[in-house]
């Protein structure tokens, strides 16, 4: 497009068309972020499966991998941020809907804790008077919780970006979070896990796939 | 009766600039010319005036020591955009 030209009419709307096409395919999210969650919370929850499973105990809690994971998230986030050249106006929408995400997890953590301090004395109690332990185990149904919360974001942005491994990831999330009210503790830690990998990893890898293409047709364009 | 097409949208480069940016909240200007393939200085003569039509709001600032030129579509600029658009499909469905 280096000299004006009089367009005609029909060719007019064809640039529009396609002018648009080329906007709302300009924005690739890297999917590091994506990886890096769904691996992280995959391998937390098989650690915690193999504690349980093997009768050992690390000596720190695996989760607390999680708020470690905050730092290079942050780095990722700005880094990202600096890169893109365009600001979509699905964005800031997907923003406020991570980072409420991020803050919810953080309540639910602290109700969860809340929780256990106040079963576990009367736990304890039941135990004493009973002899043996209550039926009820409020750590069965922890997964259910997250599971929750894990698919909403999920499914959001699998359908506002029109990226259907995101959606499916989503909706496993929820049917995950169904079967776990129902499972033991180690299948519930099993499906957390099937779920990051799913919700998160794969549609991950599949977005860093899409990107490094993305980014390989550009540099071709500009040889 | 037709209306006229805004003589200022009804010119290639400045009508893919205004379509570009009709479907972003904000872009640099660097997108800009990668999408519309133009040169920097024909980009910069048609963006200043987008911009004099009041269609566009032009940033400059600087990011990482450089200079860096944000681009943003007005309401004016979408109003005007839109009515082309009308047009345009009225001279269409005429068959003209």
């Known amino acids: ?19 648009i096409s080329k906007a709302k395919d300009s924005y690739h999210d890297t999917g590091i972020g994506a990886i890096m969650w769904g691996a992280l919370i995959a391998i937390c929850s098989i650690v915690k499966l193999s504690e349980i ?13 999680t708020f470690l994971a905050i730092i290079p998230q942050v780095l990722i986030t700005i880094r990202e941020k600096k890169e893109r050249k ?46 043996h332990r209550s039926a009820f185990q409020f750590s069965e149904f922890i997964s259910p919780l997250f599971l929750l919360l894990y698919g909403l974001p999920t499914f959001i942005t699998g359908a506002a970006c029109k990226f259907r491994p995101m959606l499916w990831g989503g909706l496993f999330c929820w049917v995950c979070c169904i079967a776990t009210l ?13 779920s990051a990998i799913i919700a998160w990893l794969i549609p991950g890898i599949l977005m860093e796939r899409e990107y490094r293409n993305y980014k390989k047709e550009q540099a071709a364009l500009h040889v | 009766m037709f209306k006229d097409l805004d003589p200022i949208l009804h010119s290639q480069l400045r009508l893919a600039v205004i379509s570009l940016l009709i479907s972003v909240k904000e872009a640099e200007f660097t997108f800009l010319r990668e999408k519309t393939n133009a040169t920097a200085g024909n980009l910069s003569v048609q963006i200043q005036k987008l ?10 600032q600087f ?23 009308k047009n345009l499909q009225s001279y269409l469905g005429s068959g003209t």
Request: hydrophobic share 45%; glycine share 6%.
């Open chain 1, 1 to 19: 497009m280096s000299k004006e030209k009089q367009l005609t009419e029909r060719e007019s709307l064809d640039l529009i068309a396609t002018m």
């Open chain 1, 53 to 65: 499973h093997f009768e050992y105990q690390l000596p720190f809690d695996i989760y607390l991998l």
């Open chain 1, 86 to 131: 365009v600001k979509s106006f699905d964005d800031s929408y997907m923003d406020y809907i991570w980072l409420g995400f991020g803050i919810g997890i953080f309540l639910l953590i602290f109700i969860i804790n809340v929780i256990f301090n106040v079963w576990g004395p009367v736990a304890t109690e039941y135990r004493q008077l009973a002899g």
């Open chain 1, 182 to 194: 129902f499972t033991s503790i180690k299948a519930d830690l099993l499906l957390t896990a099937a």
């Open chain 2, 51 to 60: 911009r004099e039509a009041g269609y566009i709001d032009v940033i400059k």
């Open chain 2, 63 to 85: 990011k990482d020591n450089y200079p860096q030129t944000i681009c943003k579509i007005t309401p004016q600029g979408i109003t005007a955009f839109e009515e082309y658009v």
